[in-house]
C-alpha cells in the first residue's frame, strides 16, 4: 500500500505502485503549470524584504512610542495608573477589528498598498499624538482616541504581510522572510527604547513621537516613490493558479470543536496577554521603582537579548524535530520555556530586595526565554490546519490581542488600587501557566484539518 506524505503547501501525494490511488495534483496535469504573474522577479523581492524588515521595526517603533513615555506624561497630565492603564488599552481595541479585514483586503488588492496607506496614516497619527496633547483638557480621552486609531491603522500589517508571503514570495523563500520579519519587531522594540530614552532626555516626550512619524512617513515615501511606482490604485490579484475549495468543504464548526485547535488558541491568547503587558508597562515599572536607573539599559537591553534567543528556539526546535523527537513533543518542550521558565523570572521580580542590575537581568531572561514561543504554539497553527493556517492565525490573534487589552487594562487597576507591582507579575505568572498546562494536557500537533480536503481518484 501506498506511504502517504503531506507537501508542505498542504497538497496530499502519494508514494504509489501502479495499483494504488493516485491524488492528482497541480503538477500531474500534461499541461504546463500557468506561470504565477504574482510573484515579484527576484531583484525586486531583495527590495521588499529589505523595505519590510525596516517597516516592521518602524511599526513597532510607534507602538512603543506610549509605552515608553507613557510615565513622563503621566506626570505631566497628573493621570493615574488606572488612567494609564485606558490609554494603553485603547491601542488593543483597534488593533483587534482589522485583523481580518486586513488580511481580506490584502488578497484583494495586494498587501503592498495596504502597508503603504497603513504606514501613511500611523505615520500621521503618531506625529498628531502631541498636538491632541495640548488641544485641551481632554488629554485622556484624546490620548486613548489616538491609541485606538493607532491599533486600527497597525492591525492590517501582519496579515498584510502573511498575504504577501503567500502571493508574492517562491515557497522557499517564505519561511526565511516571515522570520526575518519576526526579528525585525525586536529590533524595532529596541530601537524605539534607545531613541526614546535619548530623545526625551534632550527634547521632550514629543520629540520621540515627531521622529517616528518622520522615519515612518519617509518610509512610505519612498515605498510609494520607488517600489509601487505612484501606482496605489486597488488591483484584483490573479488567483487562477491556486487550487480552490468549496469553502462549506472547509467545516469551520467542526474544525473548532476540536480540542488541540482550542488548546492552541487559549496557549497563544494567554501569551499575548503576557507579551502586551510587558511592553506596555515594564518602562514605566523601571522608572517608578529605579528613578535613578539608566534608560536606555532598560529599554534596550531585554529586546537586545531578544534577538538571539529567538534564532536559538528556532534552530533547537529544528534540531530536536531533526533527531526524531515528535513535533507535538517538541512544540510543548518549547512552550514550557516560553510561558513556564519565564515565569520564574517574572516571580523574581517580586522581590523586595531586588536590586536595578538584578531586575534588569531578570526582565532580559524572561523575554529572551518567552521567544522559544514563536517555535512552540506559534507555529502549531500549522502543524494542525496547514489548509487555513492564515484565517485561524488571525482568529487566534484577534483573540490575543483583545485580551491583551483586557490584561493592560487590569494591570494598571492592579496597581493603582495594590501600589505594588507584585500583583502585576503575580497575574501574568498566573495566566502563564494557566495557558501552559492546558496547552501540556490538550496540545497536539497532529493535522484536524484532512477532511477539508477535495481529492480527485484516479485507478
Known sequence: MADKHTSGDGRITFDSSLLDPIVKTSHDSDEEEPEDQNLWPRDQSRKWIQMLFMGTCLLYCARMAMPICSATMAASFNWSKIDSGLVLGGFFWGYCFTQVLGGHASDKVGGERVLFISAASWALITAATPLLAKLGSHTLALMTLARFLMGLMQGVFFPSLASLCSQRVVEGERVLLMSTMNSATYVGTLLAGGMGSLLMDKYGWESMFYCIAFLSGLWALIVWQFLLKGDVTPKRMD??????????????????KKTPVWAMVFAHMCTCCTNYTLLSWLPTYFKESFPHGTGWVYNVIPWLTAIPSAICGGYVSSLLINKGYEVSSVRKIMQFFAMGVSSIFIMLLSARAVTYSSAVIFVSA??????????????????????????????MNMMGAFMGLVQVSVSGYLIEVTQSWASVFSLITFVNVTGLLIFLMFGDARRVDQAEYSQVIEI
Open 239 to 256: 488567483l487562477s493558479y491556486i487550487p480552490k475549495w468549496s469553502s462549506s468543504r472547509m467545516r469551520w464548526l467542526n474544525l473548532f
Open 366 to 395: 524572561a523575554i529572551g526565554i518567552s521567544t522559544f514561543s514563536s517555535s512552540g504554539v506559534s507555529v502549531n497553527v500549522q502543524d494542525l490546519a496547514p489548509s487555513c493556517a492564515g484565517a485561524l492565525y488571525g482568529f
